[in-house]
Each structure stands twice: as structure tokens, then as C-alpha cells.
């Protein structure tokens, strides 16, 4: 069945710096890869959904970028901000046509 | 923008005790969803809930667990005999559609706490 690894569980960086956080699944490839923003005690609120047949997809600083041949997404936060702080969860169908399962996520601390 | 409501927000029992979440998915979504997430760890899925008939559960979701529509609007989880495992952020979801191109709504959960 399908696996999803975040790299990094905590990721620190400075204001105004890009953050990036990786995404990589196992097995089946997905047509469909979603990133959720979760913070404490809520529940995860969507972001963005990048097809398999896209490179790369952009919502205001946030980008993704989706590899089928690496089965791996990266996300990107440009000029990061505190109010960016929260865990990012990559979501995946576990076979097509399937309910969405979660990676555990990144929890992203921006410093000002 | 329209919200998924979940209710109580937090919820003690006692273990063995029977407790009923409930979940209140956006009018016009015809697909419905619980997952849990114990502290510190990932949201998992539970169930999913289309026409008025499970379409598709995990491992998890074992006898303990039901889920009804018991009115065009409300979509509630059952845990017949809680355990202290049982112990978890539960999050009612719901999307429009079938197809996992579509994003998912979450509520704000309910912290359920088996003592």
C-alpha cells in the first residue's frame, strides 16, 4: 500500500527566507498530490493540488513542484513569514479512486 | 466560505463507555469522511461515507466503530466500548465530489479523552 514520507519533522528558518519541505510516496504514483496547512488543535485546511501531468504550480508565495519520476513533491513558502508557522501536511490517494491518506508533516517555525 | 461543524469539541468518558461524535458536512458535499489523529502523530483515515452506505475503511475501523446519516444533514461516528486508545483528535471531512482531485473540507475536531 501506499507510504508517504515527510523528510523532516521540524524545519526552522528566518523571516523572508524560502522554506522548502519535501514530500516523497512509494508505490502506486498518484494523478493527484494535495498540501494541507494544519495548525494546532484544527483541522488541516487545503493549499494546493498539483496533477501529475503539471511541473509546478503557484498560489501567491506558495509553489509546489511534483517529480513522478523521483515520486516526490516539494513545496515552497517564498519570503516566509511567523504567520507561516504551522505543519504542512502532503496528501496522496493510497490507490486510485481511494480515500486520501496523510504523510505526518512538516512543522515549519518561522523566526522573526 | 462554507465550514464543516463538529460537535462537542471536546468529549471525556469513561472506558467502555459508548460516545457519539458528530459532524455536521458542507450542504451541498456528497462524500463524507472521519479521521483521527492521536497526539504527535499523523491524521489517519478512518471511513468514508457516500450514498448512505460506507464506501471504503481502514484497518482501524474495526467493530467498534459505525458511522450514520441519520438526517439530510447530520454524519456521526460511533465508538460502541471505548478504549484508552481511543483517545484522539477525531476530524469529520467532507468534498464534493468523488474524485481525489478535489480538496477536502475538514471541521475543527472533536478531542475526545477516554479515562
Known amino acids: 500500500s501506499q507510504k508517504i514520507e515527510q523528510n523532516s519533522e521540524a524545519l526552522n528558518i528566518q523571516e523572508g527566507k524560502t522554506a522548502t519541505l519535501t514530500c516523497n510516496y512509494t508505490n502506486y504514483s498518484p494523478a493527484y498530490l494535495q498540501w494541507y496547512r494544519q495548525d494546532p488543535g484544527r483541522g488541516p485546511v487545503f493549499l494546493l493540488l498539483?496533477?501529475?501531468?503539471?511541473k509546478e504550480k503557484r498560489k501567491e508565495r506558495l509553489k509546489v513542484t511534483f517529480d513522478t519520476t523521483l515520486k516526490q513533491s516539494l513545496f515552497h513558502i517564498t519570503a516566509s513569514q511567523p504567520a507561516d508557522s504551522a505543519t504542512y501536511l502532503c496528501a496522496l490517494d493510497k490507490q486510485a479512486g481511494t480515500a486520501l491518506i496523510f504523510g505526518k508533516g512538516t512543522t515549519l517555525s518561522v523566526s522573526s | 466560505e462554507p465550514e464543516v461543524t463538529q460537535t462537542p469539541s471536546h468529549q471525556v468518558t469513561q472506558m467502555g463507555q459508548e460516545v457519539i461524535l458528530r459532524c455536521v458536512p458542507i450542504s451541498n458535499h456528497l462524500y463524507f469522511y472521519w479521521y483521527r489523529q492521536i497526539l504527535g502523530q499523523k491524521v489517519e483515515f478512518l471511513v468514508s461515507?457516500?450514498?448512505?452506505?460506507?464506501?471504503?475503511k481502514s484497518e482501524i475501523f474495526d467493530d467498534q466503530f459505525s458511522v450514520e446519516r441519520p438526517d439530510g444533514s447530520n454524519f456521526t461516528l460511533k465508538i460502541r466500548s471505548t478504549k484508552l486508545e481511543d483517545s484522539a483528535m477525531y476530524f469529520c471531512a467532507s468534498r464534493q465530489g468523488a474524485t481525489t482531485n478535489e480538496k477536502l473540507f475538514f471541521g475543527s475536531g472533536t478531542q475526545l479523552s477516554v479515562l
Open positions: 461515507f457516500y450514498n448512505n452506505e460506507i464506501s471504503e
Open positions: 498539483i496533477r501529475e501531468n503539471e
